[in-house]
């Protein structure tokens, strides 16, 4: 099974995150998998389904998905404690 990576930036205006010292409006970060049988996604087909996918977690969060930037998986990866 190989492990496809969808990263999101989500805007500060969301007010989904806070700075725990000011307590001011932060971005946030998401990512999500999906696991595909064969090969990992590139190219059109990764592009796409990044894009479709931040309307179901808009949906989710209950937030506008205008909210929602796609970013790579190395700016999200920058932006997060593992």
């Not at 990576?5 to 995150?17: D, M, T």
């Amino acid at each position: 099974m190989i492990e496809n990576r969808f990263c999101y930036k989500v805007l500060k205006e969301a007010g989904l995150a806070y700075d725990s010292v000011t307590g001011e409006k932060e971005c946030a970060f998401i990512e999500i998998k999906l696991t595909t049988k064969y090969r990992k996604l590139i190219g059109d087909k990764y592009d796409k389904l990044h894009d479709k996918a931040k309307k179901g977690i808009a949906n989710k969060l209950n937030i506008d998905v205008s909210m929602l930037i796609p970013i790579s998986e190395q700016e999200y990866d920058a932006n997060t404690e593992e």
